[in-house]
């Protein structure tokens, strides 16, 4: 097996200054910088720093830490030349990335669901932020002013914004959030210089395009049928492609107004970033009932096997089951479940599950294998070219659906009741499907992302306040420390001064890890 | 025109919209009172002048779903959709309602506010949830299940423990509590000591690293987990063993019989 980013054909040429970020740094990862949500395009939180690793990681300390006067960060900060980026819902701060102190901090309240906040994306001198009222704002790097603000959708019916934007050569590439409401999900292209907008994909095709004959004809479900991109996307800069997910169909745990598979919702969409053509599309939840949003990290590595090279997408879903793809056709490749499920009556000729209808949620309750917080979450998972394995935070977990709507269904006509959950770091054979080793971290519903490293480290948290160090080959804990507070966002590297720093936000305090001075 | 209702709601619109998640479980955050008599007064009146055309309960027929309509959610107090009923919209063929009376078309609006309130809040399994909806099962075979089957009766008695039990608890209540009684967990451990001494008492913490336990002693104890053998006892081991068999028959037919311990 080998891993390779080839080098970008067809990105924009920028004249960057010095201190802001050229897009096409963003190809191969740098060392020095961490200039996207997921590090690189690729999704993988696969760092190359190896200055703490397995001999070291014993011998980790604080180097400094912020306490942040928020609610809890789950965002993954930027860092681009010794500044670190991170943001809360309607904040953004910038800070020094040797220190945590903070060089400016932008504040704009507003209305809307303050869920989350994942972070911003960088171009130019240019930042990228979402708000809870579903604007996109660009702010200048050097001190927090705004460029300016646009509404990507109307909050009053329901949109709101949680992603981190994904900047591709000339675009930054928005995604929206809501499904209280029956509103429809899109991505859209925005100009990073003017905030035009340069194209918009709709989830749900018009009728007569291609995938509408996977919703009734003739009435109006296919305009309200949900599909949020509430997710950051990856890119292949070769391809030139973008890989993204979408949520679920509205109603949410009513079917019967939506009958059919309702394309393009709990999908993998392979997008054309020049124009915003779908190229391929994959259904992880055919006609989800459940809400399994297929918005999890589309995953990009290479693999050859008997002399074949072969590019691949991996997702672990929300719905419980792991999905490899070939990324250059959609082709599928593999299909395994990482938990117990008990909702499908097994796989079709694509692989994808096909829901039993007696799993749909009823008036009288059904039991069903995950939940819909899921089976996995929005937490970071994680590949490492090192092992070839892929890592995902999941839980077992088992839930009574109710599907509550008397009459016309319509919001999410219902909801599931939680019964147990057990949480685990999972470490999967990307050719077979199976578990490699399960890491078992404590009951209830994990929240911590994960970051593996050339340093054979994999980092991630469990539900009992611990950091872990993980040997990424077996599972088995290197070290830990009990920071008295959750990890409710995923970590991430980078190197400054010669000194590789982990970033870990706990609650609401920003906490950097490194070797002591004299041990490097 | 006076709508108390329209202020409150935009008062709270926002609050709740916060309390609400698309993607984990969130408690319902506060609630936005409508005057019951005008949202009844309002179906009524809907129904009778709008409900042939926008159906008797607004979610459209031949003319709009007005419950996902943008003009209802921008509305504030009636000040989008009285001009619509007012005027009517002639060029899409919808008549202008001028002689209603100011509280007939006061009354719709309420009505229509409510029933968009109603579908932005259907994420949630009310605790006064009819218990008809739920009574879909056997209780003679829920009871046979219960001392066969699924093995309740070995922990469990419907003249002990569950005497009552339906009279208990609401009923959707006790379906999720029976199937796994989270608030009634105990996890105990026996832990066995380097010298072989063994310390009994109930969990205060247990992860991968430390054990803690409140002992006979009643002092609170704990230890690194590579130092102790520790055995946990979980008093929902056999309730977790159980989710992963239960059909739903199962479990509509244990929910029949339970709710008939009254």
């Known amino acids: 097996m080998r891993f390779a980013l080839l080098a970008i054909t067809a990105a924009t040429a920028l004249a960057a200054a010095e201190n802001g970020l050229d897009p096409s740094a963003m190809v191969k990862q740098p060392t020095d910088a961490w200039p996207t949500y997921n590090g690189d395009y690729s999704g993988r939180r696969f760092s190359p720093l190896d200055q703490i690793n397995r001999s070291n990681v014993n011998q980790l300390t604080l180097a400094w830490m912020a306490p942040m006067k928020s609610v809890s960060i789950k965002s993954t900060p930027l860092e681009v030349n010794g500044i670190l980026y991170f943001t809360t819902p309607d904040n953004v701060w910038s800070m020094d990335a040797r220190t945590g102190r903070v060089i400016w901090h932008y504040q704009r309240e507003s209305q809307g669901d303050h869920i989350g906040q994942r ?46 934007p994904l900047v591709v050569g000339h675009h930054v590439i928005a995604g929206v959030s809501g499904d209280v409401t029956d509103i429809p999900g899109f991505l859209e292209s925005i100009d990073p210089e003017t905030g035009k907008v340069q194209w918009r994909w709709n989830t749900e095709p018009k009728p007569g395009e291609p995938g509408a004959d996977t919703w009734p004809q003739g009435g109006d479900a296919i305009s309200h049928g949900g599909g949020m991109t509430w997710m950051t996307g990856t890119y292949d800069p070769d391809l030139h492609l973008l890989y993204w997910g979408t949520g679920n169909p509205n109603p949410v745990l009513n079917g019967d107004i939506r009958k059919g598979d309702n394309l393009y919702t709990c999908s993998i969409v392979a997008i054309d970033p020049e124009t915003g053509a779908l190229k391929w599309h994959y259904q992880p939840s055919p006609h989800d009932t459940h809400d399994w949003d297929a918005v999890e990290t589309p995953v990009l590595f290479d693999d050859v096997q008997n002399g074949v090279h072969r590019k691949l997408l991996a997702q672990a879903s929300r719905n419980g089951y ?97 019964l147990w959950a057990e949480s685990f770091i999972e470490g999967l054979d990307y050719q077979t499907g199976k578990i490699r080793w399960k890491h078992e971290i404590g009951d209830g519903e994990s929240t911590a992302g994960i970051l593996t490293t050339a340093g054979n480290l994999l980092f991630t948290a469990d539900n009992e306040d611990n950091l872990l160090a993980l040997d990424p080959a077996t599972g088995k804990t290197l070290w830990h420390v009990s920071v008295g507070g959750r990890l409710v966002a995923s970590p991430m590297t980078y190197e400054l001064d010669g000194r590789q720093y982990l970033l870990t936000p706990v609650q609401n305090i920003v906490l950097a890890w490194a070797l002591p001075e004299k041990a490097r | 025109m006076t709508l108390r209702f329209a202020l409150l709601l935009q008062a709270s619109f926002w609050a709740l919209f916060l309390s609400i998640g698309s993607f984990t ?31 008797d309960d607004a979610t459209g027929n031949r003319a709009p779903d007005l419950i996902r309509s943008p003009t209802t959610n921008h509305d504030v107090n009636g000040n989008l959709l009285v001009p619509i009923i007012r005027n009517g919209r002639t060029d899409l063929g919808m008549p202008a309602f001028a002689t209603l009376p100011e509280s007939a078309v006061n009354d719709i609006i309420v009505f229509l506010h409510k029933q968009a309130y109603s579908a932005l809040h259907s994420a949630n ?77 109930s969990i205060k913490h247990a992860d991968e690293f430390t054990v803690a336990i409140v002992g006979p002693d009643g002092w609170y104890h704990s230890w690194p987990r590579d130092r102790v ?23 509509h037919n244990l929910f029949a019989y339970l709710e008939t311990l009254k």
């Open chain 1, 119 to 164: 972070g911003v994306a960088m171009f130019g001198d240019w930042l990228y932020f979402e708000t809870p009222d579903c604007h996109l704002i660009s702010l200048n790097a050097k001190d927090g002013s705004v460029h300016w603000n646009i509404e990507l959708a109307d909050p009053k019916v329901g949109y709101f914004a949680t992603m981190a």
């Open chain 1, 322 to 418: 792991f999905f490899v793809l070939d990324r250059s056709t959609g082709e599928h490749v593999l299909t395994a479940p990482f938990v117990p499920t008990n909702w499908s009556a097994g796989l079709d000729a694509k692989g994808e599950p096909r829901p039993m209808r007696e799993k749909e949620p009823t008036p009288d309750g059904v039991l069903v294998s995950p939940g819909s917080d899921g089976a996995t979450n929005w937490m970071a998972p994680s590949f490492s070219p090192l092992t070839g394995l892929f890592y995902l935070n999941g839980r077992e977990i088992w839930s009574l659906f109710y599907m509550t709507a008397d009459s016309k269904p319509e919001g999410w006509a219902g909801r599931d009741r939680n």
């Open chain 2, 25 to 55: 479980a969130f408690a319902q955050g506060g609630k936005v009172e409508f005057d019951a008599a005008a949202v009844a007064r309002g179906k009524t009146q809907f129904k009778s002048s709008c409900g042939f055309c926008h159906g």
């Open chain 2, 125 to 201: 399994v009310p605790s006064d949830y009819p218990v008809a909806k739920l009574l879909t099962g056997d209780a003679g075979e829920g009871k046979a299940y219960f001392g066969g089957a699924g093995g309740c009766s070995g922990c469990h008695s419907p003249t002990g423990d569950l005497a009552k039990i339906a009279s208990r608890y609401k009923p959707v209540d006790l379906q999720q509590i029976f199937v796994y009684p989270s608030a009634g967990r105990r996890r105990t451990a026996t832990v066995t000591l380097p010298d072989g001494t063994t310390m009994e008492g």
């Open chain 2, 229 to 251: 053998h520790v055995e946990i006892h979980d008093s929902l081991a056999a309730h977790r063993a159980l989710v992963e068999k239960y059909t739903d028959r199962d479990i």
